[in-house]
């Protein structure tokens, strides 16, 4: 059974940087391309970032590119998001989902349907 655990969120002042984390367990975490979420109150949720099952290939909302990097690290069966120059239209809760693809990623990974397992979220918020 897929379960994806997201922690590293909290308050944080405009400017700021947070680094969200990721934990797969009880599964092959290397088989999975990993994408990152956030949804605001009364929002649909939105893409973030995606990185395939090597690490080689990622994938930004035009938001957070050159603010966000997203990374992994197989062996600990981990997927991080580091945020700098946080804004407060940063603020919401942000999800780690998780599909098993060998593919790189792009647009497709920008889709929440794409994905198959998702964990239960970490709030982010930011202060202006």
């Known amino acids: 059974q897929v379960q994806l655990v997201e922690s590293g969120g909290g308050l944080v002042q405009a400017g700021g940087s947070l680094r969200l984390s990721c934990a797969g367990a009880?599964?092959?975490?290397?088989?999975?391309?990993m994408g990152w979420f956030r949804q605001a109150p009364g929002k649909e949720r939105e893409f973030v970032a995606a990185?395939?099952?090597?690490?080689?290939?990622?994938y930004y909302e035009d938001s957070v590119k050159g603010r966000f990097t997203i990374s992994r690290d197989n062996a600990k069966n981990t997927v991080s998001l580091q945020m700098n120059s946080l804004k407060p239209e940063d603020t919401a809760v942000y999800y780690c989902?998780?599909?098993?693809?060998?593919?790189?990623?792009?647009?497709?990974?920008?889709?929440?349907?794409?994905?198959?397992?998702w964990g239960q979220g970490t709030q982010v918020t930011v202060s202006s």
């Open positions: 009880g599964w092959i975490f290397s088989r999975y391309a």
């Open positions: 989902a998780a599909v098993e693809s060998r593919r790189d990623v792009g647009v497709s990974a920008a889709n929440t349907g794409w994905y198959d397992y």
């Open positions: 990185i395939n099952w090597s690490g080689g290939s990622t």
